[in-house]
């Protein structure tokens, strides 16, 4: 079963920073839509942010948005969400996701996913 790995997570104060990484040795990521995404307890899995595979156009929730920037490392097959000013409610399970070819920033378009890694952000 293809896996892709997440890292990075872990315990911050409101406004600190983290970098979550994605990456696999199954595929090459460029070849392939990504998405960042996160379930918080109780709620559903909601789309984050995601890359293109064509021309690495970006989508961001607007709840994001100038916070957290996606993006590629082709060298490292990797891509990572650079993830600034965090806010208690950004505290959840991200997970990242891949699927070949054109994919919308929505959890049913991806088909291979990691296990996630937990994003806590204290007040």
């Known amino acids: 079963q293809v896996q892709l790995v997440e890292s990075g997570g872990g315990l911050v104060q409101s406004g600190g920073s983290l970098r979550l990484s994605c990456t696999t040795s199954e595929f090459t990521l460029g070849a392939y839509a990504i998405g960042w995404f996160r379930q918080a307890p109780g709620t559903e899995r909601e789309g984050v942010s995601c890359?293109?595979?064509?021309?690495?156009?970006?989508y961001y929730a607007d709840s994001v948005k100038g916070r957290f920037t996606i993006a590629r490392d082709n060298d490292k097959n990797t891509v990572y969400l650079q993830m600034n000013n965090l806010k208690p409610e950004d505290t959840a399970v991200y997970y990242c996701a891949a699927q070949e070819g054109l994919a919308m920033c929505r959890q049913y378009d991806y088909y291979y996913w990691g296990q996630g890694t937990q994003v806590t952000v204290s007040s």
């Open positions: 890359i293109s595979s064509t021309d690495n156009t970006t």
